[in-house]
Every structure is written in structure tokens, then in C-alpha cells.
């Protein structure tokens, strides 16, 4: 877990800086640097998509997955708890205020955890104490939250909470999913993570769209699953 925890540690340096110096910056920079992230982001999703080798195991997967994730109402899932982390810890005295925070956790929730660097690094962490790739995903995280935080807020700082359950959880897993996750399933899994950082960039960054980014979430488990499918069909 020690990796987890430095990646926690970055992201609140992050986000703890972003907020110092992000009110000092013009609302038309905060726009244009919201934009420029909105940009960074799609193009990490781009290079994650075409390391796929089946794109038609990724459409299935997220077709699949966005009928579960609809099924169980994550969207709203992720969305009510981002208004019980305001409630208790925000400041916002406005419904834009609170929909400022909502947005910052949420956006910066799914980009901490999507990704072949959560997952591999967290396992890592867990079978053999190496945390080297979560020490390298934790300063990107550091940079990325405070760019996040001084346009997008506090609201940042709490996805610390998501990073912790999900990476925590994989880390205690390690050993039962290092022999179940191969190879192509990493590699379309994270081409699926790749689709939804895209999405991500459309909804919440760019604006150009609003896309109910987590009801997709479901599709990162069942790309692997769709893979070892396959394997029983050679």
C-alpha cells in the first residue's frame, strides 16, 4: 500500500497548490487552461485506444458496460457522493459552486484511476513491495491535480478518497489478479480506459458535450472478460 499512499500524498500537494495559486488567475486563463487539459487529456485517450488489437472487443466491451453501468446507476452513484463530499467538506454557497466541486472530483476520480499505471503499478505494490510505478503515476497525478485544482477547485483534492479504494483494493488483490489479467487483457483494457479518458475530455473538459461518463466505467472489467472469452475459441 505504501505506493497508494505516496500517490494520495502527490495528489493533495497537487490539488493544495492548485487552489493557493488558482484564485489568482483570471477567469479567461482558468478557461484556457481548462481547454488546454481538455486536450492533453483526449490525446492520452487517443494513444491508449490504438494500442488495441481487436477494436470490435472494445465497442462490445463498452456497449456491455454502459448497459450495467446504467442498470446500477453509477453516474448517479458517483454524483451523489460528490454532493455528500460537499455537503460535508465543500464551502461552495451556490449551486455553481457545488456543481464546481462535483465536477473536479468526479473528472479528476476517473483520470487518476483509468489507466494501465493504476493497475499494473498497484499490483506491483502488492505482490512484491516495488512501488516504483505508482511513485512515477504519482507525479504526474501531483502536476495533473494542480492544473485541475486551480481551474476546477477543491473538489480535486477528494478524489484522493477514489484513488484510495481503487488502487487500495487492486494492491490487496494483487496476487489473485496478476495470474488472471494477461497480457491482451491489459492491453484492451486499457484501450477501453482509453475511449473513456476521450469521453471524459468531450464531457467535462472540453464542454462540447455531456456524456455520462461512469455509467461506462463496467466496460474497463468486461474488455478482459470478452478477451478470455475468446481465448476458449482459438
Known amino acids: 500500500m505504501t505506493g497508494t499512499f505516496i500517490n494520495i500524498v502527490a495528489i493533495l500537494i497537487g490539488s493544495s497548490l492548485g487552489l493557493l495559486f488558482g484564485s489568482r488567475l483570471p477567469a479567461r486563463l482558468k478557461n484556457t487552461v481548462t481547454a488546454g487539459l481538455g486536450l492533453f487529456t483526449l490525446s492520452i485517450g487517443i494513444s491508449m485506444f490504438l494500442k488495441s488489437e481487436e477494436s470490435l472487443i472494445v465497442l462490445g466491451a463498452l456497449l456491455i458496460g454502459a448497459v450495467l453501468g446504467e442498470w446500477w446507476k453509477i ?24 456543481n464546481r466541486f462535483i465536477r473536479g472530483f468526479m473528472t479528476a476520480s476517473l483520470l487518476f484511476c483509468i489507466g494501465p499505471l493504476a493497475i499494473l503499478g498497484s499490483i506491483q505494490d502488492g505482490l512484491v513491495g516495488d512501488y516504483e510505478l505508482l511513485a512515477v503515476k504519482s507525479v504526474l497525478d501531483a502536476f495533473a491535480s494542480l492544473a485541475f485544482a486551480s481551474t476546477l477547485g477543491i473538489g480535486v ?26 497480457e491482451p487483457m491489459m492491453i484492451e483494457m486499457t484501450a477501453v480506459g482509453g475511449v473513456i479518458l476521450i469521453g471524459l475530455s468531450f464531457s467535462s473538459l472540453l464542454e462540447i458535450k455531456k456524456i455520462r461518463i461512469g455509467s461506462f466505467l463496467p466496460a474497463l472489467a468486461i474488455a478482459p472478460l470478452i478477451v478470455w472469452v475468446l481465448s476458449l475459441f482459438p
Not at 166 to 178: E, M, V, W
Open 75 to 98: 453516474e448517479e452513484g458517483l454524483e451523489n457522493l460528490g454532493v455528500w463530499l460537499e455537503s460535508r467538506f465543500g464551502n461552495g454557497n451556490s449551486a455553481e459552486e457545488s
Open 157 to 182: 483534492a477528494f478524489s484522493a478518497f477514489a484513488v484510495f479504494i481503487y488502487q487500495g483494493s487492486i494492491t490487496l488483490l494483487a496476487a489473485q489478479l496478476n495470474s488472471i489479467v494477461t
